[in-house]
Structure formats: structure tokens, C-alpha cells
């Protein structure tokens, strides 16, 4: 399993106690996407010993598997153990007391796209007590799974994680022992990168508008996510939503997370892939390889 340094899944690991009170929120979460590159790239990396070897899980991931219409939308065993294998590791990797619901699907995607997902909501000013202030913040959101897990109690009954797999991708390995051949892609990799979206690995800019700004909620405040982001040593969250700067910053290939490369390509801004992942060319192939935006054959990350 990969770094989990990333702060925003470190959250998982507080245990905390609050009380209810609803915040409001809409639902027009970025989708965000993992593409077939069709490179082929030995690389192996396994679980971090300090996750696969817990005997007990630290959090409950319940994954409800939704078939299309079509033959070839139609979840097989193979495919349903791969991807509770894969969710298996993230059950050890976080802390929750709280289910995590995931809505999974196989159907149709775009050409060249492997899987997708996004939070099915996100809350933000919602009651919480025990918790650092450093680790929780008012006016930002949180994704539902770890809102839940802050609330310590489901803000929503709906599941908190939607997640769509290729259907028309006949070249996923289904697998779980790393022996993933250089003609297919690890469908394991894919959902556990997928997975890490929906815990909160993301962000809400939009630049339907033509300047990038924050879209999502009443408020259009930024995900937590974005609180860590830097260009240089400007802060984010410092810059004017719309604006010229901020623009400006995610196509800088200057972003970083903490002290982690973002993916900001100069040539454009690209709406559910850039600022969402790790650096693909500082990260392809290391051990923090599972979030860059684009998976080659035969990689294995888990």
C-alpha cells in the first residue's frame, strides 16, 4: 500500500467523538478518472507491511456491486474479490467507526478510461468534538466518509462513494497476486486509486467559467484537500476565487501537497484530473505511483 502521510486520509486515523446537527450541501462533486496510458511498466509494488499485516481491520468498507443491462456490464466473482481485496487493504490502512458505503459500478466509460469515481456528497460546519483544530476546519468541506467519521454518526443515508469501472475494457487483470501480465491493466491498482478519491483525495475547482474557481455547495468554499495546496510558498487558499492567479496556479506544474508533487499540467487545465492526482512524471513508477492520473500495464500497487 502506498504513503499514507497524505493528511487528508490521515484523518481516518483520529478517533474522535460529536454531536449532530445537519449541514447543508449539494451534490456536483468532480468526478475524478484514472486513463490507460497502453505503456507497459514493470513495476511491483506490494502492501506496506505495517497494513497487510494487521490481523484486524480499523474500518468497515461496505461495497454494494450494481450490474448493468448489458452482458458485459455484469459484475463477475473474479471481479467482486479483486476489488473487496482491494478495499480489504484500505479497511486496514484507515481508522473509522463509522460504514463506508461505496456504489459500484461496471458500465461504459469513455474511451481510455479505466475507472472513475467521486464522493457522493461533502459537509462542511458540522459539529465535532475531541479534534485537533489543525485536522478540522469550519468553512470547508469534507467528503461524507470522513465527515461521517468526524460526526460519528451518518450525516446521510445515501452510500458515500460512487464508483464507475470500464465495462468495454477487456484488458483488466483480476488478480490479486501481483502477477499482472504486460498486455492488461491491475484492476486492483485502479480501485484502490479510485477508492482514495472518494476518501478525499480531491478537490473542487471548475473552470467552466473560463477562470478556475471553487463550484460545489451554497458557499462554494474549497475542500479540505485544497487547504494543504501550494504553489511555491503561496497557499492556495490565500488566492481570490475566481481569479487570475489561481488560474494561473494549476497549470503552473508548481502545486504542491504538503511536500508532495500535484499533477498541473501548463499546456491546460484538465477538469477531473489535474490537481486531483500525484505528479505522473515525479511519481510514475515509485512508491507513490497509485495517484498519478494515468495507469500503465502490468504496474501492480496495492
Known amino acids: 500500500m502506498k504513503n499514507y502521510t497524505l493528511l487528508i486520509l490521515a484523518l481516518f486515523l ?29 513495476t511491483f509494488i506490494p502492501p506496506n507491511p505495517q497494513v497487510a499485516g494487521k490481523v484486524s481491520q480499523e474500518a468497515t468498507i461496505i461495497v454494494n456491486f450494481i450490474n448493468g443491462n448489458g452482458t458485459s456490464e455484469q459484475w463477475t466473482n473474479e471481479a467482486k474479490a479483486a476489488f473487496e481485496y482491494a478495499a480489504g487493504l484500505w479497511e486496514k490502512a484507515i481508522y473509522s467507526d463509522e460504514e463506508i458505503r461505496i456504489d459500484a459500478y461496471f458500465t461504459p466509460l469513455a474511451t481510455g478510461q479505466l475507472g472513475n469515481a467521486r464522493a457522493s456528497d461533502a459537509w462542511e460546519n458540522f459539529s465535532v468534538s475531541g479534534v485537533n483544530t489543525d485536522l478540522f476546519e469550519n468553512d470547508y468541506y469534507y467528503v461524507q466518509a470522513l465527515a461521517n467519521k468526524l460526526h460519528q454518526a451518518d450525516i446521510s443515508s445515501d452510500p458515500d462513494l460512487i464508483a464507475n469501472f470500464n465495462s468495454n475494457n477487456t484488458n ?13 491493466y491491475d ?8 477508492i482514495a478519491h472518494g476518501l478525499g483525495f480531491t478537490s473542487n475547482f ?28 503561496t497557499n492556495i487558499t490565500d488566492m481570490g476565487s475566481p481569479s487570475t492567479q489561481l488560474t494561473n496556479a494549476v497549470i503552473s506544474d508548481n502545486i504542491f501537497w504538503e511536500n508532495y508533487k500535484i499533477f498541473a499540467p ?8 489535474s490537481i486531483g492526482h500525484l505528479d505522473a512524471v515525479t511519481y510514475q513508477g515509485t512508491a507513490n505511483s497509485l495517484m498519478t492520473p494515468g495507469a500503465k500495464k502490468r504496474t501492480w500497487c496495492s
Open 14 to 42: 483520529i478517533k474522535t467523538y460529536s454531536y449532530g446537527q445537519y449541514p447543508s450541501s449539494t451534490n456536483d462533486i468532480t468526478v475524478l478518472t484514472i486513463n490507460a496510458t497502453n505503456q507497459i511498466n514493470n
Open 172 to 184: 483488466f487483470y483480476f488478480g490479486t497476486d501481483g502477477a499482472c501480465p504486460n498486455t492488461k
Open 187 to 194: 484492476f486492483v491498482t485502479v480501485v484502490l486509486h479510485e
Open 206 to 233: 471548475d473552470n467552466q467559467s473560463g477562470a478556475v474557481e471553487y463550484r460545489f455547495g451554497a458557499n462554494d468554499n474549497p475542500f479540505i484537500y485544497t487547504k494543504f495546496l501550494r504553489e511555491g510558498s
Open 266 to 273: 501548463t499546456a491546460s487545465y484538465i477538469q477531473g484530473s
